[in-house]
């Protein structure tokens, strides 16, 4: 048997949290797929897929959700859903399970836990996370483990596992589905500190909706702009900044403390 598990991951708390579920779950074999690298991946040869990200205005990002809507149809091959998140995830799981349903995966199981926050709006109202998640937030984190790990040893053995599928709390499922373009409208428009700036094009590399070119300093289309902050986090010399937001609340990569909990 073989398992994947696509993901995207803005700062890297995604990808680690992938990255433990690939060592702990000692089954079978999971390949780590990176969306923003491999667009349209052959899913084929995979017998269980899960799908992860983070949340993104109560929902998985906009990146995601198009992977997610262009994915070839299956017949009813096993997955699971997880996403990270930073203060409230919403509907974010929901909708995961909801598009992979969509194209004909059958949701095992989900999974949302918290961890640092990403959203430098939030940091920089001192609102981090910083230590999520907490010691019974890990708990249900390793319960999702054991079950996930549980279904797999099922399919191995040629059974069929329970499809628990995806439930939300109730305020969970009273969230309003926000704009596409809310995200974009708080961040604002993106200026470039010319002093610092190298012209180095990490914002052209990690930015995932393709908004940002070179010439030689980073010209922003703002049309293709999904307000994501990878460009803001990114940045090595904190050179890109809003007009409201600078040199406060970047979120590159996960925080020693998730690197500690999650190392496996
Ligand atoms: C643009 C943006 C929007 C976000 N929106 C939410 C949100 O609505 N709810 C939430 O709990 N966290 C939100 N977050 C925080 C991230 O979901 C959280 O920090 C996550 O762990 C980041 O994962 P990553 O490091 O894999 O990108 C947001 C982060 C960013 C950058």
Redesign the pocket.
């Known amino acids: 048997m073989q398992a994947a598990i696509c993901y995207y ?7 680690l949290a992938c990255e433990y579920l690939a060592q702990r779950i000692e089954a079978v074999p999971f390949d780590l797929v990176d969306i923003t690298e491999s667009d349209q991946p052959d899913l084929e040869p995979y017998d269980v897929v899960g799908f992860a990200t ?5 929902a998985p990002p906009q990146r995601f959700q198009t992977f997610l809507t262009s994915l070839s149809p299956q017949k009813g091959d096993y997955a699971f859903v997880f996403n ?7 509907k974010t799981l929901k909708v995961l399970a909801d598009l992979a349903a969509a194209r004909g995966y059958r949701i095992m199981l989900g999974h949302s836990l918290h ?5 430098p709006p939030l940091n920089a109202l001192g609102i981090t996370s910083e230590s999520a998640p907490k010691p019974r937030e890990l708990d249900a984190f390793e319960e999702f483990v054991e079950r996930l790990t549980t279904k797999i040893e099922t399919l191995q053995a040629g059974g069929e596992p329970e499809i628990e599928g995806v439930k939300l709390k109730l305020f969970q499922r009273l969230m309003p589905a926000l704009p596409r373009t809310t ?1 974009q409208t708080l961040m604002g428009d993106k200026h470039v500190d010319a002093q610092r700036c190298t012209e180095c094009g990490t914002c052209v590399a990690v930015c995932p909706y393709e908004a940002i070119h070179l010439n030689p300093k980073p010209v922003f289309d703002e049309a293709r702009c999904y ?3 990878a460009c803001y986090n990114h940045c090595p010399e904190q050179a890109i900044h809003t007009t409201r937001y600078r040199d406060v609340g970047h ?1 590159a990569t ?1 925080n020693a403390e998730l690197q500690e909990k999650l190392a496996g």
């Open positions: 991951s803005g700062s890297g708390n995604t990808e983070f949340t993104d205005f109560f990270t998140y930073g203060s409230f995830s919403g961890t640092p926050e990403s959203y995200s307000g994501c902050w979120y996960p």
